[in-house]
């Protein structure tokens, strides 16, 4: 089974809203073992719909369109798939009376092309807009269906996940499952390096790596009867994976480093905090940004200046001195400071060159020194980011942040 989605709206060809419907249905039905060959945008003309659909209709056995079932003249999508199947438009009654109730409940005038919303073609199973007026529409023939879904995401989701689920479920014998390896430490071209035979090898389930942002991902995809019979197929190939790209793995379907981070600080019952000067702030932020981190996280102290350095952190002046505010002595000192301060379990510290200025041969932008300590542990790292980011300051400390959540990630890890 197999299927191709059409967006319908001049709107999404001039580029004024981005077409979120389309990633979010390719997800939903990728989940239902209907595998997405196509997709494309079409805007409010009838005779482009046509084409559109027609030639979805001859590679595809399920058509799904959004947009295009409102009220005004512009609104084709209806009218062009019931010419194209021979059938009339019929009125249907139940959105009908809700359009006459909203605006009945509300005392406010209705003008009478609000009820063209609630006409479907002859024929058609309906689906019930939970969020809207217009309902959405179903038409089969000859083992094709075309599925019309109204374009307001927040009409079209839920109508999806409460109405359409059960309906596409009937047409599939299969579920497709994926879970994602979360990866941070290793660049796409290294990952595939190491998993090249994997990825080659496997077909059911399907080992593809992407990049993310500061990371890479590997999502691993199986198809089966059903949920458990797809793990089955899934949790071995994952393992291996974890053999193979060892503590550069930091989650499965986690949905970030400072998730985790957090999670594992709870799981430990330990406590952190942080020191930072190039990042000033962002790995404070990045950790109470999930809920729940005013448990484990005791504070952090933006220390930007050598002055600051001295007198929040306790940073010796002969470490700034001897080997400059920009060195390893200096984020340990922090680490440790920030540990100190605030009487954590782990402290870190970050301090670097961000750029685009105040670097020098010696010192580059883009050097960054990350230290973490803890009772039992204690490492510090040396970053060259600017060779990958061409010295853009805001992603240089945005790699710092991951960086620091990584390390500190470590630290628990091995408390």
């Known amino acids: 089974m197999n299927a191709e989605l059409i967006s319908i709206g001049t709107e999404i060809l001039l580029g004024d809203i981005i077409n979120t419907n389309s990633a979010f249905l390719a997800r939903q039905l990728s989940q239902l073992g209907i595998d997405v060959y196509h997709q494309s945008v079409v805007g409010d003309n009838a005779a482009r719909l046509k084409q559109a659909i027609n030639a979805a209709l001859s590679r595809s056995d399920i058509v799904l369109t959004t947009g295009g079932l409102g009220p005004t003249c512009d609104d084709v999508t209806k009218k062009t798939v019931a010419e194209m199947f021979g059938v009339p438009l019929q009125r249907h009654i139940p959105s009908e009376q809700k359009i006459k109730a909203y605006y009945l409940n509300r005392g406010i005038d209705m003008t009478p092309n609000n009820l063209l919303q609630a006409d479907v073609p002859a024929g058609s199973t309906v689906f019930p807009n939970d969020a809207g007026f217009a309902p959405g529409v179903a038409l089969s023939t000859g083992g094709k269906t075309v599925i019309m879904l109204p374009g307001p995401p927040s009409e079209m989701c839920p109508m999806f996940q409460n109405h359409l689920v059960p309906f596409l479920q009937a047409m599939t014998d299969s579920i497709i499952r994926s879970k994602t390896v979360n990866i941070f430490g290793l660049g796409e071209s290294a990952v595939e390096n190491a998993l090249i035979d994997l990825m080659i090898s496997s077909n059911n389930p399907t080992v593809a790596p992407y990049a993310a ?72 932020a990045a950790i109470t940004d999930i809920p729940g981190a005013s448990f484990v996280f005791k504070g952090g102290i933006c220390a930007y200046t050598n002055d600051s350095k001295l007198k929040l952190l306790g940073v010796k002046s002969d470490t700034l001195k001897l080997f400059g505010a920009v060195s390893e002595q200096t984020a340990k000192e922090m680490a440790k400071g920030s540990r100190e301060v605030f009487g954590a379990d782990i402290g870190v510290g970050v301090t670097g060159i961000a750029g685009p200025d ?20 204690s490492e510090a790292k040396k970053l060259y980011l600017a060779r990958k980011l061409a010295n853009d300051r805001s992603a240089i400390r945005r790699m710092a942040t991951l960086h620091a959540l990584s390390l500190m990630l470590t630290a628990v890890l091995n408390a």
């Open 213 to 284: 942002l500061g990371e890479v991902k590997v999502r691993v995809s199986a198809k089966a009867a059903d949920a458990a019979a797809a793990d089955a197929l899934i949790d071995p190939v994952i393992n291996t994976i974890k053999e193979k790209l060892g503590g550069a793995v930091y989650g499965i379907d986690a949905e970030s480093l400072q998730n985790v981070l957090v999670r594992e600080l709870k799981n430990k019952r330990i406590t952190a905090a942080a020191a930072e000067s190039c990042t000033c702030g962002m790995v404070s």
């Open 358 to 377: 105040g670097g020098t041969e010696l010192e580059p932008v883009g050097l960054v020194y990350i230290a973490v300590k803890s009772k039992s542990y």
